[in-house]
Nanobody, 118 residues
Framework: QVQLVESGGGLVQAGGALRLSCVVSGNIFSINKWGWYRQAPGKQRELVTEVNSVGSTTYADPVKGRFTISRDDAKNTVYLQMNSLNPEDTAVYYC????????????WGQGTQVTVSF
């Protein structure tokens, strides 16, 4: 099993920045892909970004150029740096982990709320 614990969410004004963190523990050697998803009120959960063990990244179009995913393997932590936030980024953000060949992540964190005000 793998456990994911997110932190770093909160309230920020439009144009501001936040950094989310996700500590990964447990059977981490089974993981070779990490990511962040989000779910806004009344909307479906959507992929924000993913990174795999060879460093390849994927970003959803709305966040390209503003968000950056990174990993610190020494700390078993995945980060999501979010810049130039706008109210459309308001959502619960979920850290995910799994295997590259699986489209849907196997493991999910509990989520952290990000609210961007006008």
């Amino acid at each position: 099993q793998v456990q994911l614990v997110e932190s770093g969410g909160g309230l920020v004004q439009a144009g501001g920045a936040l950094r989310l963190s996700c500590v990964v523990s447990g059977n981490i050697f089974s993981i070779n892909k990490w990511g962040w998803y989000r779910q806004a009120p009344g909307k479906q959960r959507e992929l924000v970004t993913e990174v795999n063990s060879v460093g390849s990244t994927t970003y959803a179009d709305p966040v390209k150029g503003r968000f950056t995913i990174s990993r610190d393997d020494a700390k078993n932590t995945v980060y999501l740096q979010m810049n130039s936030l706008n109210p459309e980024d308001t959502a619960v953000y979920y850290c995910t982990a799994g295997k590259m060949f699986l489209r849907t992540p196997q493991y999910w964190g509990q989520g952290t709320q990000v609210t961007v005000s006008f």
